[in-house]
């Protein structure tokens, strides 16, 4: 373990949206200006996991803790107000809107228009489309939008759900460069991903998890040697 600050801390967490429990008892923790790759087989819960983290998981019982603070009790408007920042899977950007409305509509953010400036900086593509809808931006474009809608609120800890399921093969490259930019922001990640492989390798740790459990964590790059998680969870290398 890193003697970092611990940003997220999740204890014994277990949930669903039904009845059955799809997370049985998570625990992690991801620590200040380090990456975490959720990795696992499909329907494993590392979606649900984002969305709990979030506040989008309708029943859920267990401790979040974001900067020591418990915060499972918080409602999803106000967490963002605890410095979480959250890329969703599908439905990140507003299509009728214009790049610079897609930042503007982002609540709580004080220095507002300097802010914008700022992720025009970050994000020099956007800032020469700004006047452009984002309907019309590319997979990769819509996802740096995103990126810096979840960004505009300064967030010290950002959720991403499986941030590369909807772009075109070789903008998947790209996409991870810019998630490893995220610690020199001073933001620290927490990735749900099955593109595992790729994603331990821009992280500091990797938890896999299966039937809703945390089933091997550790090191990146020791879970990228690892045979068992070559074998039951991160397919072929290469
Ligand atoms: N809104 C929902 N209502 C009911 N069940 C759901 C809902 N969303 C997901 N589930 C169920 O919860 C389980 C875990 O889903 P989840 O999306 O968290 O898996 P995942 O690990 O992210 O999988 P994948 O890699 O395939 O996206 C699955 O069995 C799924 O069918």
Known sequence: MSDAKPVLEIRNLRGGYGEVDILNGIDLVLREKEILTVAGTNGAGKSTLAKAIVGLLPRVTGEIRVDGQDILAVPTYRRMAHGIGYVPQVSNVFAALSIT??????????????????????????????????????????????????????????????????????????????????????????????????????????????????????????????????????????
């Open 101 to 238: 409305e897609n930042l503007q509509v982002v609540a709580g953010v004080p220095d507002r228009k300097r802010r914008i400036e700022e992720m025009f900086a970050l994000f020099p593509l956007l800032g020469e489309r700004r006047r452009a809808r984002a309907g019309s931006l590319s997979g990769g474009e819509r996802q740096q939008l995103a990126f810096a809608r979840a960004l505009m609120s300064r967030p010290t800890l950002m959720v991403l759900d499986e941030p590369t399921a909807a772009l075109a093969p070789a903008k998947v490259a790209e996409a991870f460069a810019l998630i490893a930019r995220l610690p020199s922001l001073g933001v620290s990640t927490l990735i749900v991903e099955q593109r595992a492989r790729q994603s331990l390798a821009i992280s500091d740790w990797g938890s896999i998890l299966d039937g809703g459990k945390v089933a091997l964590e550790g090191a990146a790059d020791v879970l990228l040697a690892d045979p068992r998680a070559a074998a039951l969870y991160l397919g072929q290398a290469g």
